[in-house]
C-alpha cells in the first residue's frame, strides 16, 4: 500500500472509530511514509486527550446552583413592563419626528394657502418678460425676416421633395 497514503482515511472519521484492521494497515504504512507517519500521530494523540477531557469529570460549586436558582427566581417574580410600555421606548423617537414633522407641513399649508409665503401671480409676471407663456404664445412679435410655423412648415417639405429623398 505504500500508493495510497492514509491521510484520507484519518479526515473522514475519528481515530477512535477506526477498526483494528484500519489502524494495523495505518501502521504498516506508516513504516515507509513520513507525511502518513506524522498524520497519524497527531491523530492518535489528538484522539487520547480528547478522551482524557472526556473522562474528567468537574464538581460543581454548591454556591452556584444556589446562585443560579436565585436568577431564575428573581426573574420570574419581578413585575415585567407591559407590552404597550415597551413598544412606546422603542417607537417614541420615529413617534416624534412624525409628529413634529405633521406640525410644520401643517403650518406650510396654512401659510402658504393665505399668500404670505407666495409672492401675487401679476408681480411675478411683470418681473419676469421671458417667461415659457410669454415666447410661445407672443406671435405678434415677428419680424419681417421671421417665418411663421404655417410659413416653416411647407418650406420644408417642399425642400426635401426636390432632393428626392
Avoid at 473522514?12 to 513504516?31: G, N, Q, V
Avoid at 477531557?53 to 468537574?58: F, K, L, M, P, T
Avoid at 460543581?60 to 407591559?82: D, G, H, N
Avoid at 421671421?146 to 426635401?160: C, G, K, M, R, S
Wanted: with cysteine; charged share 20%.
Amino acid at each position: 500500500m505504500p500508493d495510497t497514503h492514509i491521510i484520507k482515511m484519518l479526515e473522514e472519521k475519528p481515530f477512535s472509530s477506526l477498526s483494528p484492521a484500519d489502524i494495523a494497515r495505518a501502521e504498516s504504512h506508516t513504516d515507509s511514509c513520513g507525511e502518513c507517519k506524522s498524520a497519524y500521530n497527531a491523530a492518535r494523540i489528538a484522539a487520547l486527550l480528547i478522551e482524557v477531557r472526556a473522562s474528567e469529570i468537574v464538581e460543581v460549586v454548591p454556591f452556584f446552583k444556589t446562585r443560579v436558582m436565585a436568577t431564575i427566581r428573581e426573574r420570574q417574580l419581578s413585575a415585567e413592563e407591559p407590552a404597550l410600555v415597551r413598544m412606546w421606548r422603542a417607537a417614541s423617537a420615529l413617534v416624534s419626528s412624525m409628529g413634529i414633522l405633521l406640525v410644520i407641513l401643517t403650518g406650510f399649508t396654512i401659510f402658504s394657502g393665505s399668500g404670505l409665503l407666495m409672492p401675487p401671480t401679476d408681480v411675478v409676471a411683470g418681473q419676469n418678460l421671458y417667461s415659457p407663456e410669454y415666447v410661445v404664445l407672443d406671435r405678434g412679435g415677428l419680424g419681417d425676416d421671421e417665418l411663421a410655423n404655417d410659413q416653416l412648415i411647407p418650406t420644408i417639405y417642399d425642400l426635401e421633395d426636390s432632393d428626392g429623398q
